[in-house]
C-alpha cells in the first residue's frame, strides 16, 4: 500500500511558476515509478509527466515539454514537479500516481495508487 500526498498548488499568472511536491509513503516506495497527471473540468485525466523508479527516465507530454521538469528525491520519498511558462491551458487539478506496472507509463491504467490532487489555476 502507498499513500500520496500532493502539494503546491494554487494561482498564479499567464507566464509564472509553480512547484508541485508529492510526499509518498508506504512499503517499497522506492521500487515505484511516478506520474503526474491532470483533469480540467469536463475532460479526461491526462498524463503530464513520468519518472522511473531510479529516476534515471523521465517522460513527458507534448503539451509541457520544455516547460515542466519531473524530478524525484529517493531519501525524501518525494516527487516534484516543476512547471514554468504557466498558460490558462495548464489549469487543472494535478494528480500524483505511483506505478510498478511498467506496461504504458503514460497511461492512467498503470497507475494503482493515486493521491487527492491539487489546484492549479492560472489566469489570463
Known amino acids: 500500500q502507498v499513500q500520496l500526498v500532493e502539494s503546491g498548488g494554487g494561482l498564479v499568472q499567464d507566464g509564472g511558476s509553480l512547484r508541485l511536491s508529492c510526499a509518498a509513503s508506504?512499503?517499497?516506495?522506492?521500487?515505484?515509478?511516478m506520474g503526474w497527471f491532470r483533469q480540467a473540468p469536463g475532460k479526461e485525466r491526462d498524463f503530464v509527466a513520468a519518472?522511473?523508479?531510479?529516476?534515471?527516465?523521465?517522460y513527458y507530454a507534448d503539451s509541457v515539454k520544455g516547460r515542466f521538469t519531473i524530478s524525484r528525491d529517493n531519501a525524501q520519498n518525494t516527487v516534484n514537479l516543476r512547471m514554468n511558462s504557466l498558460t490558462p491551458e495548464d489549469t487543472a487539478v494535478y494528480y500524483c500516481?505511483?506505478?510498478?506496472?511498467?506496461?504504458?507509463?503514460?497511461?492512467?491504467?498503470?497507475?494503482?495508487?493515486w493521491g487527492q490532487g491539487t489546484q492549479v489555476t492560472v489566469s489570463s
Open positions: 519518472i522511473s523508479s531510479g529516476g534515471g527516465s523521465r
Open positions: 500516481a505511483a506505478s510498478r506496472a511498467y506496461n504504458n507509463i503514460r497511461s492512467w491504467n498503470d497507475y494503482a495508487y
Open positions: 508506504g512499503r517499497a516506495v522506492n521500487s515505484y515509478a
